[in-house]
């Protein structure tokens, strides 16, 4: 089923994974990541969809653009937050319109010492030309 796509796009014509998107959803991911550093909750409400949602690791369901569903968002910008260390990812595109990003996280918590390692999954979709995430799953 996955070569469905693929097939359709070669026969269009279209290229998925073109240089200038995977820089941008790159730089789209790093604006995300600074913006949960600074708890600037409505950048990282722009960075979703309307409907997009995240998955943690114990199966509990966040709707990133409601208010104050990641991480206490603005209320806590000036406590400590948690540092995010993205390792290594990996960018598959399933159209030249929606790509899966793959990889690995460390999550330091305030007043820890050790990371919390872990993966995610995240959904990116380009929508008036902007990449946005769609989803996550931890």
């Known amino acids: 089923a996955a070569a469905v796509p693929h097939q359709a796009l070669a026969q269009s014509g279209a290229s998925p994974g073109a240089p200038s998107d995977v820089t941008a959803i790159r730089a ?12 600037d909750e409505p950048a990282i409400q722009a960075a979703w ?9 114990w199966g509990r369901r966040f709707m ?3 208010p104050g569903a990641i991480d206490g968002g603005a209320a806590d910008a000036t406590k400590p937050r948690p540092q995010y260390l993205v390792g290594e990812t990996s960018l598959r ?9 793959d990889g690995t996280v460390d999550v330091v918590l305030p007043g ?3 990371a919390v390692e872990g993966w995610f999954s995240a959904l990116w979709v380009r ?3 902007a990449w946005n995430l769609a989803g996550v799953r931890e």
């Open 127 to 129: 929508s008036a030309g």
């Open 112 to 114: 820890m010492k050790t």
């Open 64 to 66: 990133p653009r409601d």
């Open 49 to 57: 969809v309307p409907d997009g949602d995240i998955v943690d690791g």
């Open 28 to 39: 789209a991911a790093t604006a995300y990541r600074e913006a949960l550093a600074r708890g």
């Open 93 to 101: 595109f399933i159209t030249t319109d929606v790509a899966v990003e």
